[in-house]
């Protein structure tokens, strides 16, 4: 396995990524655009999501593939990405096919920003048409932009430190994985060496001042060229809630509503150099490299 330098989610071949941020830095929004074919697959282990569409992306339902996914400040009020983002790709005809024309899937999670700047500034429809349309292969790169405008980490602390979104890419042989995550935890983030990238050595204990549910929440998407199905695409959200686990003190609790979204191009072949286990040990190096390279973008 090797970490492609400069790689970012975009490293997967067909995967576009677009942007829009508050002048502000009040909030913000990321829209992942997704090649044909492909299938989807999601996980939530955080106690408090904020989250659209993601009951189809469970193993058994009829619709595997979808043409989006969305990453979004402003807490359930950003959910509205989505909306901007479904016209758009309505007009590029794109979506599943019913006798009313295309239905657009596009998925969505949100984390919670409100209070950082202006808790009345949120992305709404006209900012996921936005993003959309700024959507290009280029590197993804790493910082406070985005759906990572406004992330904050930390919180346990009682005193919030900058969060950021951040972007990292591995290769295992012809397989790619890329990885991209909004950084806005209630712990502190370390590299998967347990290199402290937040100003704090102190591994958590009882919090002091315990923060409000539902006003945190790392999101990640991951993707890969790897033909897997479904079922063996869930393992990887599976190794990526791993490296949020590695990488943040502490992760998954009451307070977060961490979100794994993933998605396979289908592009390359199994082999056994690119087994779905081999490829989940990717996603997991994947994500917790970009959760350092956010941290870093802002320490």
């Known amino acids: ?37 492909n299938i989807v697959t999601g996980d939530t282990l955080g106690a408090a999501p904020g989250s659209r569409e993601t009951a189809l992306l469970t193993p058994g339902m ?21 909306d901007g983002v479904m016209a758009e ?45 700024a959507a ?35 290769k295992w042989g012809d397989v790619t994985v890329g990885a991209l995550v909004v950084l806005n935890a209630v712990g502190d983030a370390y590299s998967l060496e347990g290199v402290s990238l937040s100003g704090g050595d ?14 945190n929440t790392t999101l990640v998407a991951l993707a890969t060229n790897a033909t897997l199905s479904r079922s063996e695409l869930t393992r990887l959200c599976v190794r990526a809630h791993d490296a949020l686990g590695a990488c943040l003190r502490p992760a998954h609790t009451a307070f977060d509503g961490d979100t794994c979204f993933a998605v396979s191009t289908q592009a390359v072949s199994a082999s056994p150099e690119s087994l779905p286990f081999n490829v989940a040990e990717a996603a997991f190096e994947a994500v917790g490299r970009a959760i350092e390279a956010g941290a870093r973008s802002v320490w």
């Open 1 to 37: 396995m090797s970490i492609i330098e400069g790689g970012s989610l975009t490293s997967v071949e067909g995967i576009k990524v677009g942007h829009w941020s508050d002048p502000s830095g009040a909030t913000g929004c990321t829209v992942i655009t997704l090649p044909e074919p």
């Open 62 to 82: 009829s619709v595997e593939s979808a043409e989006a996914f969305v990453l979004t400040g402003g807490s359930a009020f950003g959910l509205a990405v989505a």
């Open 89 to 133: 790709l309505e007009a590029d005809g794109r979506g599943v096919s019913t006798p009313a024309g295309p239905v657009p899937i596009v998925p969505a999670a949100a984390i919670f920003d409100l209070p950082v700047v202006d808790s009345t500034i949120r992305p709404d429809a006209e900012c996921g048409r936005i993003a959309y349309r």
């Open 136 to 170: 290009s292969a280029d590197p993804v790169g790493s910082g406070r932009f985005g759906a990572g405008t406004a992330a904050t980490i930390s919180k346990w602390r009682g005193s919030p430190n900058p969060g950021a979104l951040g972007s990292a890419a591995v």
């Open 202 to 215: 102190v591994v958590p204990g009882p919090m002091a001042i315990p923060p409000p549910v539902g006003q």
